[in-house]
């Protein structure tokens, strides 16, 4: 199983159905834990999932529509009810704060963790977060109010260890790690072992664009160029291309062109218009421009 993966926890609009949550998602990379958007009910899809949320340290928010952010409050606070310790960073656009802090000001004063506020320059490509496994860019989305897509970004891993050539060599353990950063080795005769003949190449690092809500625009592709999956939302279908441009939202088919000019590896379809009852629309509109096209649903677990 892959170690990059994202959990679908909503991929409906704003209009309220029973057929999707509003947006959420949960990108896992190596067992740690990222929440992109939380509509209203994520703890309760995390809960249907299995998702464990406590160990959920940054949440990256796209815009300030209520479908995206509702469901914040309720996150806090259960994870207080849990005993947790540790510091939760919220990253979102202008506005974060001034929604939470009342909210947090008449509940959260017994809180056992702190909330931090990282506010996110949603008209430029910047750098969000960073930790030992990741960094998390942003970049402007088209929108009717500001709005930025994220872009996660695995680092390069260390070479894996040929455990074989290191009992050939009876390489001793503390040496181990300087060979994984590259260096080589010297036998005590004065043998010089390259480290390239002591380790294989790790796995190429992956990344993850997550572009919602936005209408139809070219100007994201050098910011996904390549990526290996890109979810990207597909409010409407083509037969309601004009209503898509009116409330700065894409097709199923604009997302389409929009992975396929970008050269992307995955295209993941999500926010569905709650008019739509037959998903399959979807994919059938989007593989008329790109074939690698998966329809998110809610607990689905894509493989980035």
């Not at 993966?5 to 704003?14: D, F, M, P, W």
């Not at 390259?194 to 990344?207: G, H, I, N, Q, V």
């Not at 809500?213 to 037969?239: K, N, Q």
């Not at 994919?283 to 980035?304: D, H, P």
């Amino acid at each position: 199983m892959s170690y990059f993966k994202v959990h679908i926890l909503g991929c409906g609009s704003a209009t309220p159905t029973v057929r999707h949550a509003p947006t959420a998602q949960v990108v896992d990379l190596r067992d740690k834990l990222y929440l992109i958007d939380c509509g209203e009910g994520t703890q309760l899809q995390m809960r249907r999932y299995k998702v464990r949320f406590n160990k959920i340290s940054h949440l990256f928010i796209s815009h300030l529509h209520g479908d995206h952010c509702f469901g914040i409050p309720g996150f806090i606070f259960t994870l207080g009810l849990l005993n947790r310790t540790g510091d939760l960073t919220i990253h979102g656009p202008a506005g974060i704060e001034s929604f939470l802090k009342p909210i947090l000001a008449q509940f959260g004063t017994e809180l056992p963790y702190k909330v931090h506020f990282n506010v996110v320059d949603t008209y430029k490509n910047t750098l969000v977060m960073e930790d030992r496994s990741l960094q998390v860019y942003s970049f402007p989305l088209k929108h009717r109010i500001p709005t930025c897509g994220y872009l996660f970004a695995e680092k390069p891993q260390e070479p894996h260890i040929i455990r074989e050539m290191i009992d050939f060599y009876h390489i001793p353990l503390w040496e181990i790690a300087s060979i994984k950063k590259g260096r080589d080795y010297v036998t005590g005769e004065g043998t010089l072992i390259p480290y390239t003949l002591l380790t294989r190449p790790a796995d190429p690092p992956k990344r993850y664009a997550y572009c919602s809500d936005t209408a139809f625009s070219p100007s994201i592709i050098p910011y996904i160029e390549g990526v290996d999956c890109l979810y990207h939302e597909a409010t409407y279908l083509e037969s309601n291309r004009l209503r898509a441009k009116e409330t700065f939202h894409s097709t199923a088919l604009q997302a389409a062109e929009i992975a396929s000019r970008a050269g992307v590896k995955q295209l993941v379809l999500g926010h569905y218009s709650a008019r739509y009852k037959d998903m399959i629309e979807f994919t059938k509109e989007a593989a008329t421009l790109f074939q690698n096209v998966t329809l998110s649903e809610e607990g689905k677990v894509i493989m980035v």
